[in-house]
Each structure stands twice: as structure tokens, then as C-alpha cells.
């Protein structure tokens, strides 16, 4: 009798290659030293790496550090697609296709237009691939791969499989050594894709498998920069060791790439306390107001916290509630920072520009602030529609979307029609704003009075303003922005006999205190080309002179109509009213424009009995919204 011995065929070795697209020629295409200084690699490929079955030969290219090798010899290519690399991606998934190899699209942009996605592959991976990909390979051996996998529901992140960073190009970011801790964001920014992506709940790794892998990367990296040194000249070695001790080599820092690192308190004071004795510096992105809390920003300092990117998007209450992030509390914003810097954690806001609220006078008064309060960088960007936000589906609505190039949704480009500017202004004020920042002496402003790491912040403030003057045009303010500006003041209040309280307010319960100072504060109107002035506080004889001369220099510099708005005005005396009320003076200081009046009868009827209103423009639309 014959036996027959069944043996375990070893599957057949493939090879896998990983794209991240990266145009050329795009103007903002980081140099080495830039890119050294202030580029992380993304995770998403690393990620897929890991997922992908161990007979399978991976391979990471990334474009920003290095040309796409077309003819690599791949059974497979995986390309990671957000919105503004979409037309190089499909540049490049053309060129393997016609080399005969199967192109697998996956990221942000194919989850949300997946039929544009699919012209250009052989199959798409919408959502977070971690379940999806494995079953897309499976099915790809088996030859029967299906055109689309979709997630089925976010993957666990409890024994998650470490991402391949050793895959990445060695010595060509600020740092490889990124990792995570949390998915998805309880926050629900309208121009954000984050929540749509990755689910509008937080999901945590457990501390322990964080901390076991951060701690395999850092003796890897470690092993690795030992290595190059001992393959190198003395000079060489050198050299890799100062920027060891000051901070600036690959494995100085750990980035977690966290949309929202802070998203639970508990959970980051027990992986903060367990960072610590891994002697290690990171940053992270958190909310700005991780700053109200000084035990958790001390906690986060002592564990190697040096550097945070937060959100803060604008510093006027107005665009921070048209983007549904009211819990960023303008008000509180140098408190915040202050307590960041107090223990030594660099700042670094993301800035947008175009919200609806905003007007030219945005871009002047957000560089100021970020410089006085002494912000390290700052990351400008352009409001952007991108597919999938609420942002996108409200633009398309109101049909103010007028450009369709994905490769100019990047944030450096305007795309659609702002409300309160052109788009033109509003391009021109992000090139302003940039310039502006990182100007030399600007650049001394903020950083000089830092406490630690005073040369890797010199440096990055550096490579970001090659990367400026070289991808961006000067751009300018307009003279209204000056004008709007201008308007805004704080006038003491000192001489308030028998205020009269504001009726409007006064119907809705309003504290009767009187206040000591008027504030002003202007901006476009959006309906009319007219600047809005709101009035709030007291009104006394002393602020409504100070503030009809700056209303007639607006008018005559500005060469646009003037609302004054007393709706929000809490008092006013009787010789205030009649002080500012003088349609003669206004017609001679700017004849070629108005003066106009809102909500006085409504708000100060009584005070008004013997003032005449002959020569006054007097508006009674409602211009609460405006």
C-alpha cells in the first residue's frame, strides 16, 4: 500500500508597492532640508504594510522624497489618495496599468467619490482599511479581487498591528518615529473630514501596546542612527550626533499623528505617566484648550511633551461658531498659549482664512496676535471645500464652488466665492499672512523669548520661509483692511450722566451695570458694500466724538458706506446721541458716501425726544445676522 504524504505548499512571494503621491511641480514640493525639518511621513502606508501578508514583499515610495519608480517590478501597486494629490494619482495609476499592473486606490478622496476613483483602478478601499485590505489581497491571489471593499465597521484598535515605519526613507524626514493613540473626533468641524472618516466617537489603543512599540522604535531608530555613524567618516559621525544633541536629527522627537491626541483626559494621564521613562521628546495635535488645565499640561511637559499643533482656526468668535467650534474661546486664547509656553511646550495654531465672517482685516489682526503671543509656527490655509464635509454639501448648495482642480485643494488656493472679500483679496491676504509670519524680524519676535529647543525652532522657522518666498507671491492687503482695522477700539467711557439703558436689551433681561469703555468693532457687510460698525458698552460725550472722527476717516478712506449698528449698545446719554448724530459733519468730511444708522429709534427711543434727525440715514432692517 502506498502512502501518500500531503505537504504544505509555501505560498508564492509577491511584491507590494506603496505610493504616496506627491507632485513635482507643485510649488510647495519640500526641498531636503525643509523636508528634514519640518515633514512627518503620513501612516496610512506604513499601516497598510503591516496588514498585508508576510509573503508579500513591501516596498514604501514616497514622492515627496523621491521619484516613483514606474518600472519597479510590483504584482500590485497601493496608492493613498487624498483630495489635492487625486490627479497625480491617477497620472500615476494610468502609467502602471498600461505596464500591466493592478492599481488599488484607497484614502479620504476615493471614500467619498468613489465613481471618479474608479475610472483610474482596478479596485478602491473606501473608509480605514485595516479589515478591508487583508480580504482584498486574499481575493486578489485567489483572482477574483472585486472592484470595491468598503468597510464594514471601524476596525478594533486593541492588538493592532504596529504600522512598518522602518519602511520609510531613512534620513528624510524631521522624524519617522510617529505613532497613534486614538481614532475619530467627538468635535464636528464643518470644514473637517476627520469625524466623516473615522466616526464622531473617539476609539483609544491600549497604553501598553503604545508603549511597547514606541519602545521598539526607538531602539530601532536608535540601532539604525549608530549604525551610520559607525559606516561614515568621523566627520560625518560628528555631525550626526550635534544634531542629536540639539534636537535636530530623525529620532530626536516622536510624533503622534492623532487628529485628537487630548480626547480623553484619563487616558492621557496614564500614557503620559508611562512616556516617562522612556526619556523621550513628542509632539502631538490637541485642542488649545488643554491649556485651562495647568495639572495636565504639567503632566504633559514632564512626560517630553515639546511641541502641540492646535486647531485654533480663527481668533473671531463669529467664523469659530459659523465652523461649529465654539468650545475654542477667543477670550481665552493668551491665557491658554501662555500656559503651553510657561512649561516650555512650543505652539503651533492652524489658521484658516475664508470663513464667511471674515473680511480683509482678518489677515493683519491674525499675524499680530500670533505674534504677540509669541507663537513658534503657524500654519496658514485657505478654507477648503474638500468632498465629504458638511462644508462641501453647503457650498455646493448655495453654488459657490467655482473651481473643481483637486490639485488646488490643499489649503493654499482659494476655490470658491468668499462672503466679505473677493476671492482675489482672500488669496492675496494668505499670501500677505505668510509673508508677514515669517518675516526675519518676525521670525526673532516669536521665537527669541522661547526657553528650550530654541535651535530646532530657529530652524523649522527657517525652512518655512525658503518654502514661502519660493512658493508664494508676495500678495497684498487691500485699503479697506486697513480701514476695518482701524475702526476696531476699545474708547474709555468718562462721562456717563443720566445713561440711558438700551431698550432692546433691556427687554431681554440684560445687566443694567454700566459699562466704563465703547467697543467697536467693524467688518464687511455681506449683503451690502457697506462696513458694519457694532457698538457695544457706553456711549458718553467724550468716545462718540473720538468715535465720529474715526467714522469720517473711514468713510473718506474707505470709500464705502458706513451701518452703525446700536443694537448692542448698553447705554447711552442723551449728549452722546445728539454728539454723534450730526449729518452735516458727516456730508463734509465724506461727501461721496453715508453715514447710516440701525436700531436707534428701537434702542434709544426716550434719549432721542428733542434730537433732530434731519440729514441722518436711519436703517430699521434687522442686521443681527448680517
Not at 45 to 74: C, G, K, M, N, S
Not at 80 to 87: D, E, F, G, I
Not at 514 to 535: G, M, P
Request: net charge neutral.
Amino acid at each position: 500500500m502506498q502512502i501518500v504524504r500531503l505537504t504544505r505548499t509555501t505560498p508564492k512571494r509577491r511584491k507590494l508597492l506603496l505610493v504616496d503621491p506627491y507632485p513635482r511641480e507643485n510649488p510647495y514640493h519640500l526641498g531636503p532640508s525643509e523636508r528634514k525639518a519640518i515633514w512627518f511621513p503620513k501612516l496610512s502606508l506604513p499601516a497598510i504594510a503591516a496588514y498585508t501578508p508576510e509573503h508579500w514583499d513591501v516596498e514604501i515610495q514616497d514622492e515627496a522624497v523621491r521619484e516613483i519608480d514606474l518600472e519597479y517590478p510590483a504584482d500590485m501597486v497601493g496608492i493613498s489618495v487624498m483630495t489635492c494629490y487625486a490627479p497625480r494619482a491617477y497620472q500615476l495609476a494610468a502609467e502602471f496599468r498600461k505596464r500591466g499592473v493592478p492599481v488599488i486606490l484607497g484614502g479620504v478622496h476615493p471614500t467619498y467619490c468613489s465613481d471618479e476613483a474608479l475610472q483610474h483602478c482596478d479596485a478602491i478601499v473606501t473608509g480605514e482599511a485595516e479589515d478591508s485590505w487583508p480580504r482584498l489581497v486574499a481575493d486578489f491571489e485567489a483572482g477574483c479581487m472585486q472592484r470595491q471593499y468598503k468597510m464594514e465597521k471601524f476596525p478594533a484598535l486593541e492588538n493592532y498591528k504596529p504600522p512598518r515605519v522602518e519602511l520609510l526613507s531613512d534620513d528624510a524626514y524631521m522624524t519617522r518615529m510617529c505613532t497613534f493613540t486614538t481614532r475619530g473626533c467627538h468635535f464636528d468641524c464643518e470644514f473637517c473630514s476627520v469625524s466623516p472618516f473615522n466616526g464622531k466617537s473617539t476609539r483609544r489603543r491600549p497604553v501598553p501596546e503604545v508603549i511597547a512599540e514606541m519602545t521598539r522604535v526607538k531602539q530601532w531608530v536608535a540601532a539604525e542612527l549608530v549604525g551610520r555613524m559607525g559606516k561614515g567618516s568621523m566627520w560625518e559621525a560628528m555631525k550626526i550626533m550635534a544634531k542629536i544633541r540639539i534636537g535636530i536629527a530623525d529620532g530626536s522627537i516622536f510624533a503622534f499623528v492623532d487628529d485628537l491626541h487630548n480626547s480623553n483626559r484619563a487616558y492621557c494621564r496614564e500614557l503620559w505617566a508611562a512616556l516617562k521613562p522612556l526619556n523621550i521628546k513628542w509632539g502631538c495635535q490637541s485642542t488649545l484648550f488643554l491649556g485651562d488645565d495647568e495639572e495636565m499640561v504639567k503632566l504633559a511637559a514632564e512626560s517630553g511633551c515639546v511641541s502641540v499643533f492646535v486647531g485654533m482656526e480663527s481668533i473671531f468668535e463669529e467664523s469659530l461658531g459659523e465652523t461649529h467650534k465654539p468650545f475654542n474661546r477667543v477670550k481665552k486664547f493668551e491665557e491658554e498659549i501662555k500656559m503651553f509656553h510657561d512649561h516650555g511646550v512650543m505652539v503651533n495654531p492652524g489658521i484658516v482664512f475664508g470663513f464667511d465672517n471674515d473680511d480683509e482685516s482678518v489677515f493683519e489682526r491674525t499675524v499680530e496676535f500670533l505674534i504677540q503671543n509669541h507663537c513658534e509656527l503657524a500654519y496658514f490655509n485657505v478654507l477648503t471645500p474638500l468632498p465629504g464635509t458638511p462644508l462641501h454639501a453647503r457650498m455646493e448648495a448655495e453654488g459657490r464652488i467655482f473651481d473643481r482642480n483637486w490639485a488646488r485643494y490643499d489649503g493654499k488656493y482659494v476655490t470658491f466665492y468668499p462672503k466679505r472679500m473677493t476671492p482675489e483679496q482672500l488669496q492675496e491676504g494668505f499670501y500677505w499672512a505668510n509673508h508677514a509670519f515669517y518675516s526675519l524680524p518676525n521670525i526673532w519676535r516669536r521665537v527669541s523669548n522661547t526657553s528650550q529647543r530654541i535651535i530646532p525652532r530657529f530652524v523649522m522657522n527657517r525652512e518655512f520661509r525658503r518654502v514661502i518666498r519660493r512658493a508664494c507671491p508676495k500678495g497684498g492687503l487691500s485699503p479697506v483692511a486697513g480701514v476695518i482695522k482701524a475702526l476696531q477700539a476699545k474708547i474709555p467711557s468718562v462721562e456717563m450722566d443720566n445713561p440711558i439703558p438700551n431698550a432692546l436689551l433691556a427687554l431681554r433681561k440684560v445687566s443694567g451695570q454700566v459699562d466704563k469703555f465703547l467697543s467697536v468693532k467693524a467688518r464687511k457687510h455681506e449683503q451690502l458694500t457697506a462696513l458694519l460698525v457694532e457698538l457695544e458698552g457706553a456711549l458718553d460725550c467724550f468716545n462718540a466724538a473720538e468715535l465720529k472722527k474715526r467714522l469720517a476717516d473711514a468713510a473718506s478712506r474707505a470709500k464705502l458706506d458706513i451701518i452703525v449698528n446700536f443694537e448692542h449698545l448698553r447705554h447711552a446719554s442723551p449728549q452722546a446721541l445728539q454728539t454723534l448724530l450730526d449729518g452735516e459733519f458727516f456730508k463734509q468730511a465724506a461727501p461721496s458716501v453715508r453715514v447710516r444708522f440701525s436700531k436707534l429709534r428701537a434702542s434709544f427711543e426716550s434719549a432721542l425726544e428733542n434730537v433732530s434727525f434731519h440729514g441722518l440715514d436711519l436703517l430699521e432692517e434687522d442686521l443681527q445676522d448680517a
